[in-house]
């Protein structure tokens, strides 16, 4: 049974700092791009940043230079390290994982949010 587990999120001051943290089991890690989405109340899900099986990295552009992703293989985790925080981050942060297997199947999977409030 795949799991992805999120923690982390809380509320924060504008221009702090957070970082969330994702935990996997049940798929073989290593071989999974994961990525950080957020939804914030009426809006669509947005992809904020993810990482490759080879550590290719890419970013939104609203958050380029504040957030960074990372992940451990040996811990079959995924950061997200978010700093200089503005209101305007505030949503539910969702895990994911996801691996096309060579005959195109898609595996894809999500964790069950965590909540991030930046307000003073």
């Known amino acids: 049974q795949v799991q992805l587990v999120e923690s982390g999120g809380g509320l924060v001051q504008p221009g702090g700092s957070l970082r969330i943290t994702c935990t996997a089991s049940?798929?073989?890690?290593?071989?999974?791009?994961m990525g950080w989405y957020r939804q914030a109340p009426g809006k669509e899900r947005e992809l904020v940043a993810d990482?490759?099986?080879?550590?290719?990295?890419n970013y939104r552009d609203s958050v380029k230079g504040r957030f960074t992703i990372s992940r451990d293989n040996a811990k079959n985790t995924v950061y997200l390290q978010m700093n200089s925080l503005e209101p305007e981050d505030t949503a539910v942060y969702y895990c994911?994982?996801?691996?096309?297997?060579?005959?195109?199947?898609?595996?894809?999977?999500w964790g069950q949010g965590t909540q991030v409030t930046v307000s003073s």
């Open positions: 990482i490759d099986s080879g550590d290719n990295i």
């Open positions: 049940g798929i073989s890690f290593s071989r999974y791009a």
């Open positions: 994911n994982a996801r691996y096309t297997r060579r005959d195109a199947t898609l595996y894809d999977y």
